[in-house]
């Protein structure tokens, strides 16, 4: 592929207006000898597509020469880049460019002086993120890394995780070069991650986490010598040098992919599970009728939103007795309180709803649910789809039955108020929720005779 074809597949590629900025700032940076290249995520993300487009027979990648191909219409399981927010590393001060390129191209500037970073937003919103490039090392195993500014391209890349996340995008020019210094692009194709140096994970055990959620989402594998150091690192107590918080991070991004089941799978292989929990495993079946009833609880079009994940959370640490998983989300995760409560709830509650749904009538049934959590009623219907039926007809029917009248039309008829209201009223509810008034006349004489039989009548 040559620079003609690389522009043309560039231009096809990444929409309006993300193209031609990249271009100005590769060329803005070209002006003041600042090299700038696109970095991260978004340069694996695009060649993984462009590798796809390949094996179905489109494009070809090309091998000699390193040019990036960004020519992909994104039908593949990686998100197309544009969605992203877009990295940049330049050699030079990412700052002082920054602040120069953001009159010129209409952007507000937001810099951190002292990181070296800087971001732009642009006024429809996106955002580009320029940071200076560095070297990181690290005052201890586990703690966040000491930075130090000026690096190289080569120096900023290799303080990377793995080696598909290690390439960059050159945005001078030749504009378009892929750079690719430690094979990442070769690792891409076998679907290989691999660290790049022995002491990676010692460094920063989230990494191990990173790892198994990148093998999930695009079914790679890490190559030995890399598992290896996984492995060990995780056998050696590691990630117990990180902290909860981080920890609790790697843990919920791991949930939000697309097949948490998957991610789980890794991370029990892995020992991260065991590491967590010595009794705790994957239960890849509960986990999947998470998803089962997210699906399910969407196509009723609710209003709430429920926290995905959390209930993935729920299934995730469901082998293990509540307490003991309460345990876990304290000490080892650090989750908020609240979360804990409805986690621990969940775990509780769950089996019993499940069990006693589809044998509650509608009005026990109602009454049961009003004061449920939202978490609680979905993972009981994880626990046993044939509570779905019911718990259906809670969401769709049941919670918005109403009567006809209010205790005002009582009073508009002569009734004196008094408690008696309250429990008739009440009373002729649960009598429509079984379905035995149809109509509002019905409703109304049903009311009247509860109340008669508690002797109340209209006075006057
Ligand atoms: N990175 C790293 N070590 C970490 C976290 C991040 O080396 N513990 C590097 C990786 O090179 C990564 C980049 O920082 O590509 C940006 O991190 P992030 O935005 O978290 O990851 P992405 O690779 O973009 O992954 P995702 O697709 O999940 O957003």
Same mark, same amino acid.
């Given at each position: 592929m040559d620079q003609a074809q690389l522009r043309h597949s560039l231009e096809s590629t990444i929409p309006p207006p993300m193209l031609p900025l990249l271009h100005r700032i590769g060329g803005e940076g070209e002006r003041r000898g600042i090299p700038v290249y696109l970095v991260g995520g978004v340069v694996r993300d695009l060649l993984m597509n462009a590798l796809e487009r390949e094996k179905s027979g489109s494009v070809s990648l090309p091998h000699g020469r390193e040019e990036v191909v960004l020519n992909s219409p994104v039908v593949s399981r990686v998100p197309p880049a544009w969605d992203a927010d877009l990295d940049l590393v330049t050699e030079g001060d990412a700052v002082a460019f920054a602040r120069e390129l953001a009159p010129l191209l209409s952007a507000a500037v937001k810099a951190h002086d002292r990181f070296g970073t800087a971001t732009l937003t642009f006024p429809e919103g996106s955002h580009i993120d320029l940071t200076t490039a560095r070297r990181e090392s690290y005052?201890?195993? %586990?703690?966040l890394p000491v930075v130090e500014l000026g690096a190289s391209l080569e120096e900023d890349l290799f303080r990377r995780d793995f080696t598909l996340n290690a390439m960059a995008v050159r945005l %001078?020019?030749?504009?378009g070069e892929l750079i690719d210094p430690f094979g990442g692009r070769m690792d891409l194709r076998n679907g290989a991650l691999r660290v790049l140096h022995p002491h990676s994970f010692i460094d920063d055990p989230t990494r191990i986490m990173r790892g198994a959620r990148f093998e999930a989402r695009f079914g790679f594998r890490m190559e030995p010598e890399t598992r290896h150091l996984a492995l060990e690192a995780v056998r050696d107590g590691r *990630?117990? /040098?990180? /902290?909860q918080d981080r920890l609790r991070r790697e843990l919920m991004l791991g949930l939000e992919e697309s097949s948490p089941w998957a991610c789980a799978e890794r991370w029990e292989d892995l020992g991260i599970l065991r590491s967590l929990h010595p009794e705790l495993r994957t239960e890849e079946d509960r986990l999947r009728r998470i998803a089962d009833v997210l699906r399910w609880f969407a196509s009723l079009r609710q209003k709430e939103t429920p926290d995905r994940t959390l209930l993935y959370l729920t299934a995730l640490l469901s082998p293990l007795p509540p307490p003991v998983a309460q345990e876990v989300c304290v000490e080892?995760? %650090? *989750?908020p309180p609240p979360k804990t409560e409805r986690l621990v709830r969940c775990l509780e509650q769950g089996p019993n709803l499940a069990e006693a749904a589809p044998a509650l009538d509608p009005p026990a049934l109602t009454k049961r649910l009003k004061s449920e959590k939202l978490e609680v009623i979905l993972y009981a219907a994880a626990l046993d789809p044939s509570a779905w039926e019911s718990l259906g007809a809670y969401f769709q029917v049941y919670r918005h039955t109403k009567l006809g009248f209010t205790g005002n039309d009582l009073l508009a008829q002569g009734y004196r108020p008094g408690p008696e209201f309250g429990a008739a009223l009440e009373a002729t509810l649960d009598e429509k929720l079984r379905g035995r008034l149809k109509t509002r006349r019905k409703e109304w004489e049903y009311l009247l005779a509860k109340l008669e039989e508690q002797g109340v009548t209209p006075s006057g």
């Open positions: 005052s201890r195993p %586990g703690a %001078g020019e030749p504009f *990630l117990e /040098t990180v /902290t080892k995760l %650090g *989750l």
